[in-house]
Nanobody, 112 residues
Framework: QVQLVESGGGLVQPGGSLRLSCAAS????????MTWVRQAPGKGLEWVST????????YYADSVKGRFTISRDNGKNTLYLQMNSLKSEDTAVYYC?????RGQGTQVTVSS
């Protein structure tokens, strides 16, 4: 079955950077569009970014455009999210997603 395991979260100061990873298994990763979503405390799920199967097309929410970069390594079945210039409002649990499936998430906390 679909397995998605996120990692790379942590505590970072405003303006800092983190790179999230998502190890995928149980499906044909290389032919699937993948997405990052997040959930801030007390709020619903928010779409962050999407990448097509070969990585040639990427899409971003306005709130992260110019600061976050989504990428993938199909040889390693891994999805990435490079997050720069982090703000307190980026604090959330970040999930990678394939269709209706999500991993357990990784916590990102931006605070001084």
């Amino acid at each position: 079955q679909v397995q998605l395991v996120e990692s790379g979260g942590g505590l970072v100061q405003p303006g800092g950077s983190l790179r999230l990873s998502c190890a995928a298994s149980g499906f044909a990763f290389s032919i699937n569009t993948m997405t990052w979503v997040r959930q801030a405390p007390g709020k619903g799920l928010e779409w962050v970014s999407t990448i097509n199967s070969d990585g040639s097309r990427t899409y971003y929410a306005d709130s992260v455009k110019g600061r976050f970069t989504i990428s993938r390594d199909n040889g390693k079945n891994t999805l990435y999210l490079q997050m720069n210039s982090l703000k307190s409002e980026d604090t959330a649990v970040y999930y990678c997603s394939k269709g209706g499936s999500r991993g357990q998430g990784t916590q990102v906390t931006v605070s001084s």
